[in-house]
């Protein structure tokens, strides 16, 4: 069963840095890509950052360029997102997504909570 973990999660000052890490229960190569989605307190969940696994091409949400920065390790099996310049903006929870290679079926994690304020 494929599952996804994510860690690193917090709060953190207007313009401090978090890292996030969404572990893998198997190797991410089951994976054709893999992101970060965060969802605030009445919106919808919007697209943070995504990475393909095999060639690390990446994309990035507007309000994000710039600031966060995702990266895979294939032998640690995790896809991290490093965040920093924070506003309180970026105040979510953030999701860890995978879609499978064999047939584009979704995993999401549970969920880590960031906060950014004084």
């Known amino acids: 069963q494929v599952q996804l973990v994510e860690s690193g999660g917090g709060l953190v000052q207007p313009g401090g840095s978090l890292r996030l890490s969404c572990a893998a229960s198997?190797?991410?190569?089951?994976?054709?890509?893999m992101g970060w989605f965060r969802q605030a307190p009445g919106n919808e969940r919007e697209l943070v950052a995504t990475i393909t696994v095999r060639g690390g091409t990446t994309t990035y949400g507007d309000s994000v360029k710039g600031r966060f920065t995702i990266s895979r390790d294939n032998v640690k099996r995790t896809v991290d997102l490093q965040m920093n310049s924070l506003k309180p903006e970026d105040t979510a929870v953030y999701y860890c997504k995978g879609v499978r290679w064999s047939d584009g079926s979704a995993y999401w994690g549970q969920g880590t909570q960031v906060t950014v304020s004084s």
């Open positions: 198997g190797t991410i190569f089951t994976f054709n890509s």
